[in-house]
């Protein structure tokens, strides 16, 4: 049977049934889950490819980039290891100060070895900043970022973004890990809110 012109499925429409949204309405749904799936699958590919000998640290920053790290690490067909970071800004509630601190430091050293920074999402590049600051100094072979999402709203970033998943738009995005105020890091896929 074919729909009636207008009223095929919506995803987006479907999403406000969600009962993982609390009500909340999504104004739409900015990546669906076999969209991102398809994209980290690329991803990993392009990271494969990108280091070809020597140890690789896959650092992801938490709790944003918990998801997408756990999808993307399957997809580098290549040895590696796992951390992760756990940075804490200072700053009243909608100006971070730019002053990273490490709440969880990874107990492995870094020197010599490959490091890849995985992040949810790229918004002022602040936090990045500081930190790839903060990890040069213990003399890495290499340092690269790679974001599941960037808003290229990074004016305070020096340090590009070797690997981007999608370029975002300049919306508040939840899901896949990415939350508000805590909600919604289980969506499977990418939400704006209203
Ligand atoms: P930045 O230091 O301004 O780049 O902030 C990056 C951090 O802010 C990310 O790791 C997220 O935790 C958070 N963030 C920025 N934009 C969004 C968004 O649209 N949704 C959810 N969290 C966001
Ligand atoms: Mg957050």
């Known amino acids: 049977m074919t729909a009636v012109p207008g ?32 994209r980290v699958h690329e991803l990993g590919a392009e990271i494969t490819e990108a280091y070809p000998d020597g140890d690789l640290l896959v650092l992801g920053l938490l709790k944003g980039s918990f998801v997408f790290l756990a999808d993307l690490v399957r997809q580098i067909r290549r040895p590696l290891h796992v951390d992760f970071l756990v940075a804490s800004s200072y700053g009243d509630a909608t100006h971070s100060s730019g002053v990273v601190r490490l709440v969880y430091d990874p107990e492995t050293t870094l020197e010599a070895k490959h490091i890849l920074l995985v992040e949810d999402i790229v918004d002022s590049g602040r936090t990045l900043s500081r930190l790839v600051n903060l990890l040069t100094a213990r003399k890495p072979k290499s340092l690269e970022i790679c974001a599941l999402l960037h808003k290229h709203l990074a004016t305070s970033l020096k340090y590009p973004t070797r690997f981007v998943g999608f370029d975002a738009p300049n919306e508040f995005l939840v899901g896949y890990g990415l939350d508000h105020a805590e909600n919604f890091r289980h969506l499977p896929y990418v939400a704006s809110l209203k």
Request: charged share 40%; proline share 9%; net charge negative.
């Open 7 to 38: 009223t095929e499925p919506n995803p987006a429409l479907a999403a406000l049934d969600d009962p993982r949204l609390l009500g909340r309405e999504v104004k739409r749904i900015a990546y669906d889950a076999g969209e991102i799936e398809r």
